[in-house]
């Protein structure tokens, strides 16, 4: 059921969406009585441009449900929420920002050993620099820290990979690319950095 869950979250329409959102009524579950039901109603509000809906609604979830293994992605989703609302208002930016450094930082330790994530949450580092003057030095910083540590992770996987009697290509092509925009967002961040005169 996990593995239908995810694919309705990145599909609604899909054979296998329309399956998954039919499924709990069948079975006697009440809607959003899963996270995979909250992300597709956060999903819904975004499009409709209903932020605030968005992140009550991940909250609340979070709330009544916190041991829920789906809350790092619920968390993520609240903070590039938040991280969007302070690239439209410049009164409230900061506060925003610090809301989305809050749910970022809830998510950081539920994915410790993920590149995908990991990359992900240096994203949100790097864009919270961007948008706050007066946390930019330490979310660049940040943001290098966290890609520092997909580069540790990703030299792992390599080393695995190459210990394998005959080493899948897909895998290793898959590590090239990580290994790319890890590096692309390596040089940027650093570019940012001088040219913020961070020390």
Same mark, same amino acid.
Request: include cysteine.
């Given at each position: 059921?996990?593995?239908?869950?995810?694919?309705?979250?990145?599909?609604?329409?899909?054979?296998?969406?329309?399956?998954?959102?039919?499924?709990?009524?069948?079975?006697?579950?009440?809607?959003?009585?899963?996270?995979?039901?909250?992300?597709?109603?956060?999903?819904?509000?975004?499009?409709?441009?209903?932020?605030?809906?968005?992140?009550?609604?991940?909250?609340?979830?979070?709330?009544?449900?916190?041991?829920?293994?789906?809350?790092?992605?619920?968390?993520?989703?609240?903070?590039?929420?938040?991280?969007?609302?302070?690239? @439209?208002? /410049?009164?409230?930016?900061? *506060?925003?920002?610090?809301?989305?450094?809050?749910?970022? $930082?809830? &998510?950081?330790?539920?994915?410790?050993?993920?590149?995908?994530?990991?990359?992900?949450?240096?994203?949100?580092?790097?864009?919270?620099?961007?948008?706050?003057?007066?946390?930019?030095?330490?979310?660049?910083?940040?943001?290098?820290?966290?890609?520092?540590?997909?580069?540790?992770?990703?030299?792992?996987?390599?080393?695995?990979?190459?210990?394998?009697? @005959?080493? /899948?290509?897909?895998?290793? *092509?898959?590590?090239?690319?990580?290994?790319?925009?890890? $590096?692309? &967002?390596?040089?940027?961040?650093?570019?940012?950095?001088?040219?913020?005169?961070?020390?």
């Amino acid at each position: 059921m996990v593995a239908l869950a995810v694919w309705s979250v990145v599909d609604d329409s899909s054979v296998l969406g329309i399956l998954v959102r039919e499924v709990p009524s069948y079975m006697g579950w009440a809607p959003d009585s899963t996270a995979a039901d909250v992300l597709r109603r956060m999903s819904k509000y975004k499009k409709k441009g209903r932020s605030d809906d968005a992140i009550k609604t991940g909250i609340a979830w979070t709330e009544k449900h916190p041991g829920d293994g789906w809350n790092g992605w619920i968390y993520m989703e609240v903070s590039a929420l938040y991280l969007k609302k302070a690239g @439209k208002h /410049d009164e409230h930016a900061e *506060e925003d920002v610090t809301e989305a450094l809050l749910f970022r $930082d809830k &998510a950081l330790p539920l994915f410790p050993d993920n590149l995908y994530w990991l990359e992900r949450l240096a994203a949100i580092s790097e864009s919270a620099g961007d948008f706050s003057p007066i946390q930019r030095c330490i979310q660049y910083r940040n943001t290098m820290k966290l890609l520092d540590r997909v580069n540790i992770l990703l030299t792992e996987e390599k080393d695995r990979v190459a210990r394998q009697f @005959k080493p /899948d290509p897909a895998d290793c *092509e898959q590590m090239k690319c990580v290994a790319e925009q890890v $590096d692309t &967002a390596v040089d940027r961040v650093r570019g940012k950095l001088q040219r913020s005169a961070c020390q």
